[in-house]
């Protein structure tokens, strides 16, 4: 019989993906005859569409001819527009050399992680965390360690449990703020912390900043602030989330650490070869353009709202509640006392809010073992959807509580 790798059985999925699979067949066989649907509260795409100066600048470029091979870490101009994105976000002076443009964000971890982690090496992953990080790890055969972001912290991270998982096999550890999934995000107090046990360690750190600009308190904090950090941090964001364009499949790492930024491009090379010329060019007018800031804060406000919605009507469930997010679109909703009553898991409680209730949900444990009992809500849905998802959701969950 013809192998396949055995590191195959490392490697892990993202269910926001694999549940949709499922969700589909569920409503074309179950729902469909009926007259009924789903309603999708599940998956972190942008309920709006792409900028229109944005796909202006994807079919100039088209139009232009600007459609063939470029260097491996990008085009140049659109490398020097993300120094000048990256170094106001983070407050880290950036240049053009420090940049690597990918075919979306994913290749940004996924090249990190390759670079620094080999087989017995650990990962240190604030859980629940999106999936990838720990799938990569363990795909290499290292090892991931799980460190649980407190609920009644806010989502965020016990320094003393940080400082405890750490071993000689350490090599990485992956902050994301804010934080898919929980919407929270860390304080500047939490990060000064993580960067000094970075630096004690002399760790590599990936700082995924993807929801940068989807904060509702103050403003966006970077790891890379922080004393010891420039030389040792990955930067990995990308134009899915802030400017809805989840389908260019646009991202990039940034790090002033001139080794592992020829690293990351010689991974690149290897793979992918160099990311699309003209969704490059439209991600540099979506992150030069004077028109993109009002965009985005429209879409900022009307997440705010969404939030707001969503947070009042879930907490006014049967045993759900959920902390107020500070950041991206998602809410992490505490299951446990559906859990208990069910006699089930949060991936078992999410398929029965599909089948019964007929609204789709992600379980916590999509995002790691620190997510049981929980359920992640998106809210870049409609307000119409949002309602009646928590009404249907309200009324099941009432029949069962009572």
Request: proline share 5%; glycine share 6%.
């Amino acid at each position: 019989m013809r192998k396949f790798s055995p590191r195959l059985d490392n490697i892990g999925t993202e269910d926001a993906f694999s549940v949709m699979i499922k969700a589909n067949k569920f409503e074309r066989e179950e729902l469909t005859p009926h007259g009924k649907k789903l309603i999708r509260l599940q998956i972190g795409e942008p309920a709006f569409n792409t900028p229109k100066h944005i796909n202006k600048a994807a079919i100039k470029a088209i139009k232009d001819n600007q459609t063939h091979y470029t260097a491996p870490p990008g085009i140049r101009e659109v490398r020097t527009a993300l120094a000048a994105q990256s170094s106001k976000m983070t407050g880290v002076d950036f240049d053009t050399e420090d940049i690597i443009v990918h075919s979306g964000a994913k290749p940004s971890a996924f090249y990190t992680i390759n670079a620094v982690v080999d087989p017995g090496d650990e990962t240190i992953v604030f859980d629940p965390a999106w999936p990838i990080y720990a799938s990569v790890t363990n795909y290499l055969g290292g090892t991931t360690k799980f460190i649980p972001l407190k609920e009644e912290l806010g989502f965020q991270p016990d320094i003393e449990e940080v400082k405890a998982a750490i071993t000689d096999r350490t090599v990485l550890m992956v902050v994301n703020t804010p934080c898919n999934p929980t919407g929270g995000v860390f304080s500047d107090e939490t990060l000064a912390a993580l960067a000094k046990v970075a630096v004690d360690n002399d760790l590599w750190v990936l700082s995924d900043e993807i929801y940068d600009h989807i904060v509702f308190e103050g403003e966006h904090r970077s790891i890379l602030n922080h004393p010891g950090m420039e030389d040792r941090t990955i930067l990995l964001n990308g134009a899915s989330k802030t400017y809805a364009m989840t389908g260019y499949r646009m991202g990039w790492s940034a790090t002033k650490n001139k080794h592992m930024g020829y690293v990351i491009e010689r991974i690149q090379t290897n793979d992918t070869s160099c990311p699309p010329s003209m969704n490059q060019l439209a991600l540099k007018e979506a992150v030069s353009s004077k028109k993109t800031p009002a965009a985005v804060e429209e879409m900022r406000l009307e997440y705010l709202k969404r939030r707001d919605l969503i947070h009042g009507l879930v907490n006014d469930i049967p045993g759900l509640s959920a902390n107020l997010p500070k950041g991206t679109f998602y809410l992490f909703a505490n299951a446990k006392p559906l859990c208990e009553k069910l006699n089930c898991n949060s991936a078992e409680l999410a398929d029965k809010i599909m089948r019964e209730a007929h609204v789709l949900v992600l379980h916590g444990t999509s995002f790691g073992p620190h997510g049981e009992g929980f359920i992640r809500f998106s809210y870049v849905s409609s307000e119409e959807d949002i309602r009646e998802g928590a009404r249907r959701i309200k009324e099941w969950a009432e029949k069962l509580m009572a």
